[in-house]
């Protein structure tokens, strides 16, 4: 059963840094996208990044790039995402999730996710 366990949200202040884990029990994370959410209290779900696993090319949101990075580490069959620089506006529930490659040959920004961690809170307050 594929399953995706979130750890190292918390509350830190603006400047400050977070990373974020997921980790794959069940499956590899090989052959999978990898991408990164937040959905802030009445706002509608943002993607942040992804992450091609062929190739490692990683993709930004605006609102994130050169603050935050994706990565993965495939023997701790592990996703992160370091998060620099926080603001509070980056406040929010954060969710990784993934979606099998063979099911969609077009990269990782444009599609569904299938699979979804449980979710991690991060507060950015003075």
């Known amino acids: 059963q594929l399953q995706l366990a979130q750890s190292g949200g918390g509350i830190v202040q603006p400047g400050e840094s977070l990373r974020l884990s997921c980790a794959a029990s069940?499956?590899?994370?090989?052959?999978?996208?990898l991408g990164w959410f937040r959905q802030a209290p009445g706002k509608e779900r943002e993607k942040l990044s992804c992450?091609?696993?062929?190739?490692?090319?990683?993709y930004y949101a605006d609102s994130v790039k050169g603050r935050f990075t994706i990565s993965r580490d495939n023997v701790r069959n592990t996703a992160y995402l370091q998060m620099n620089s926080l603001k509070p506006e980056d406040t929010a529930t954060y969710y990784c999730?993934?979606?099998?490659?063979?099911?969609?040959?077009?990269?990782?920004?444009?599609?569904?996710?299938?699979?979804w961690g449980q979710g991690s809170q991060v507060t950015v307050s003075p």
């Open positions: 069940g499956f590899t994370l090989e052959g999978y996208y």
């Open positions: 999730a993934i979606r099998f490659r063979a099911e969609w040959p077009y990269g990782c920004w444009s599609l569904n996710y299938d699979n």
């Open positions: 992450l091609n696993d062929l190739d490692d090319t990683a």
